[in-house]
């Protein structure tokens, strides 16, 4: 049955059944993440030195099956639906070679993110494709039908790395959600080449600047709130202890150490952490000295004794923590004498700390919700004036 024969009521259900299939497979990419890091644990263990090699030989598979089921759909308007084909693979593997690290297995989970937001992109694609052509009755339709799915996508992966904030072992990040967009962009790509339509209008067609208003609301209203949790922070300039961004001002520290130092008496935090529990980022933040701290030792005693400083000062339960089958965090008495003893023969020492391994912007908490609200605020004119 055509989209122009359907009557409203099927059509209502087909878009409900469409929308409810793209809920379900964003919402088991944001909750499956602490089971795919086991099974990457898994994977290493099982295949040492082979973990990167066999998900990149999985994610090439998954291309090459989606290209050829994608070019057995193509019947007409031949030229315009390979040139997207080839785009989504260019911007793929432009992706794949700007983002690239040194660490292999990393690489390879990176890359296996093209073929979970290519997923869920198609699939928003897929829904809004179809909602359009049912309700303007051809295949003539307008450019909402790029942006929404871009948006939606781009909420998931805002989702995601926010959720990653909250679990052990994982880390998100605004580099992350950005290397999403590109994974978002490749999928669009890939959707236009097996399902395009006749043509774009440059007349909105009803109803579809309210859904682009509340898709960018939806967009920005969860990109802001990840980063005001993940990003946003202080300078906490200490005169004895040094400089350093932390998301928590030096009371807060203080009241969260003298919390820790009697919770942690009673219970430490277990040696090896749980996928699934709640992150500690007060500890965290502690670790994040400590590994500072331990890399500097011995290649520059004064910022090693910097970052001990700071972790005294701040951080104190940390370093009573042992985390893995090493000793607890605190050097022994013998060790930190000998650090203070030659960092005071270096005269100046380092009094800014780079031990944090994520960007925190020390921007005015009023003033960034403040923009976010106007934001927000003209784009819900926007919607309920459309």
Known sequence: MSASSESPSVRSTSSAVRWLVVFVVAAACIALGPWIGYVRSWMRDAFPGRFGTIVNVLVGMLVLAACLAAIARIREVRRRRYTFLALALGTALVSAQMTSSSSANQNAVERFHFIEYG????????????????????AVVDVSVLLVPVLIALVVGA??????????????????????????AAGLFFSLGVES??????????????????????????????????????????ERAGRFRSRYDASELRSLAADRAARWKAA??????????????????????????????????????????????????????????????????????DAETRAAQLGKLPRDSQAEPLPIYAWPRPAYWTAVLIILALLAIRAFRS
Do not use: K
């Not at 179809?130 to 009755?137: L, V």
């Not at 774009?200 to 109803?207: A, D, V």
């Not at 609301?217 to 906490?236: E, Q, Y």
């Open 197 to 238: 339509p006749v043509a774009f209008t440059r007349t909105w067609q009803p109803g579809s600047q309210r859904r682009l208003a509340i898709a960018a609301m939806a967009a920005v209203a969860v990109l802001a709130a990840f980063i005001g949790t993940v990003h946003l922070g202080t300078i906490v300039d200490d």
């Open 119 to 138: 997923i869920v992109t198609w699939l928003c694609y897929r829904a809004a494709l179809r909602d359009a052509i049912g309700r303007a009755r051809t």
């Open 268 to 337: 430490p935090p277990p040696v090896t952490m749980p996928r699934f529990a709640r992150e500690d980022q007060y500890l965290s933040e502690g670790l994040w000295h400590v590994q500072a701290r331990n890399r500097a030792w011995g290649a520059d005693i004064g910022r090693a004794w910097l970052e001990n400083r700071i972790l005294e000062e701040y951080f104190d339960p940390v370093l009573d923590v042992r985390l893995g089958p090493g000793p607890i965090n605190r050097w022994p008495a013998a060790q930190r004498l």
């Open 159 to 184: 989702i995601d790395e926010w959720f990653q904030w909250f679990v052990p072992e994982r880390v998100g990040e605004w580099r992350d959600v950005f290397l999403n967009f590109t994974a978002i």
